[in-house]
């Protein structure tokens, strides 16, 4: 039965047997797919061939048993350590702060940053419980702290409320250290997300920086 062919009942469940109406309410979880979406997803693999199925399902399952965080940037990782942080050409002297790997996917994107970040898996908010001990704060000061060598620490934490207050927590917990704290530009739009920004506005972004 083709997805266009498909009975209006059946795209709410009714009448699915119980491992399709199970799949539809897993996939229903994830963000940004609803019931009607998961019907779709779950039609298309019933009618996709079986290997490609199977190759799904072990795709996901690797992600989940070998993907975790990079001993080095906290970004995400298949090894102890990410290709970036392992990569000698990068400048190490130069961190970029961002709270998320998204985030940090969306710089290399515009080719425009060489040295090495620090993914804070998070931001400041109060309101909702989350303090410098729930974000990778103390890392990032363990990495800038001597003897290391860090001539600059970029903040790209996004243009939010949580972002702006992370940014300022961390340009004043890094001063006493005496390096050079600077905030991306106003090049990224208010209320946005790195994650959604094009590449040349990271360029700009990132050339027009300021020190806090």
Do not use: W
Not at 144 to 155: C, H, M, Q, T
């Amino acid at each position: 039965m083709t997805e266009r062919a498909m009975p209006e009942n059946l795209k709410h469940q009714d009448g699915l047997p119980p491992a399709m109406t199970r799949l539809v309410k897993e996939l229903s979880r994830l963000p940004g797919i609803g019931e009607k979406t998961a019907s779709r997803l779950v039609f298309n693999l019933l009618n996709r061939p079986r290997d490609q199925v199977i190759a799904l399902a072990e795709a996901l399952l690797e992600m989940k048993e070998r993907v975790g965080l990079c001993s080095g940037c906290f970004g995400l990782s298949d090894h102890p350590r990410c290709q970036i942080c392992d990569d000698e050409r990068r400048e190490r002297e130069v961190i970029c702060v961002v709270e998320g790997p998204a985030d940090l996917m969306a710089i290399e994107r515009a080719r425009s940053f060489g040295g090495v970040y620090h993914v804070l898996n998070g931001a400041l908010a109060p309101l909702d419980g989350i303090g410098p001990d729930d974000i990778k704060m103390k890392e990032l000061i363990a990495r800038v702290s001597p003897p290391a060598v860090v001539r600059e620490v970029i903040i790209a934490t996004n243009a939010t409320v949580e972002g702006e207050a992370t940014a300022l927590y961390i340009a004043r917990a890094l001063k006493p250290l005496g390096v050079k704290t600077t905030r991306l530009a106003r090049g990224l739009p208010a209320g946005g997300d790195l994650e959604y920004t094009d590449s040349a506005t990271l360029t700009s972004a990132l050339s027009g920086r300021r020190e806090l």
